[in-house]
């Protein structure tokens, strides 16, 4: 199932909810699946109200009145039950607010310890971050920031904004440099070898910032002057 047909859906419980007593049991039954114990003692109340306002004459008149609102309440959880029973073989839904929505009954996604599979399917990175977080994962590279994958990777930061709930960093960057890569956008190649560059490493970074222009990311250093990151990442 689709995640538009997912969410347009209308369970079979909430359908229930207009039969007086069984409705009840429906809400309650929808608070079994999704493990909410509040729904179940909401469901649980209405089946009571449903067998005993009936059978006294000076209430029987709000029953009526009950059975409308469970109706509204079966129908006001529909959501909430989608977004908690949102099937785990699907990846996140594409707008921001179901995805948000979504995260908190999620297990959190480390960026510095999860698969390629995960940055996918479960964050639903496009396959071209994916590569570029885990070329410099591969070369021993931590990521410590949302912030830091905008600088590093250029990943767009409403795409950022979005995977926020989903996203943890298992590194502290206090324990970090405070220097940052920008750094090598203002020093020479003396000033490149000053700080542990290989000669041939800096006059070939300090070239092409001076041909083309500084440089945007560290991936774009990477990828401009085909020099390995691990050259490198003591700078970052």
Same mark, same amino acid.
């Given at each position: 199932? $689709?995640?538009?047909?997912? *969410? @347009? ?23 079994? !699946?999704?493990? $909410? ?23 029987? #008149? ?12 079966? *129908? ?6 989608? &977004?908690?029973?949102?099937? /785990?073989?699907?990846?996140? =839904?594409? @707008?921001? #607010? ?7 009954? /999620? ?14 399917? &479960? ?10 977080? @885990? $070329? ?28 926020? =709930? ?7 960057? /206090? ?10 956008? $203002?020093?020479?190649?003396? @000033? ?8 041939? &490493? ?19 250093? !990477? #990828? ?13």
């Amino acid at each position: 199932m $689709s995640q538009p047909s997912w *969410f @347009d859906q209308t369970p079979n419980w909430v359908w229930w909810s207009f039969f007086p007593a069984l409705g009840g049991g429906a809400i309650a039954y929808a608070g079994a !699946k999704s493990g $909410s114990n509040v729904w179940i003692g909401i469901g649980a109340g209405f089946v009571a109200a449903a067998i005993i306002l009936p059978s006294i004459p000076i209430l029987s #008149k709000l029953a009526g009145l009950v059975w409308v609102a469970q109706i509204a309440t079966a *129908f006001a959880l529909k959501r909430e039950y989608l &977004v908690k029973t949102y099937p /785990r073989d699907l990846p996140l =839904p594409d @707008d921001a #607010k179901l995805f948000a929505a979504i995260a908190p009954y /999620r297990a959190k996604v480390d960026i510095n310890a999860c698969s390629k599979n995960d940055l996918v399917n &479960v964050l639903g990175l496009p396959i071209v971050y994916a590569n570029d977080i @885990d $070329s410099l994962r591969d070369e021993g590279h931590i990521f410590t920031s949302l912030e830091e994958l905008h600088d590093v990777l250029e990943i767009p930061n409403s795409t950022l904004k979005k995977i926020e =709930p989903m996203v943890v960093f298992s590194y502290d960057y /206090r324990q970090e440099s405070g220097y940052s890569w920008k750094r090598i956008n $203002s020093m020479s190649a003396d @000033d490149l070898i000053g700080l542990g560059l290989e000669p041939k &490493v800096a006059h070939a970074i300090a070239e092409e910032r001076q041909r083309r222009g500084e440089f945007k990311s560290i991936m774009d250093i !990477k #990828k401009r002057t085909g020099i390995p990151f691990s050259a490198y990442r003591h700078l970052t």
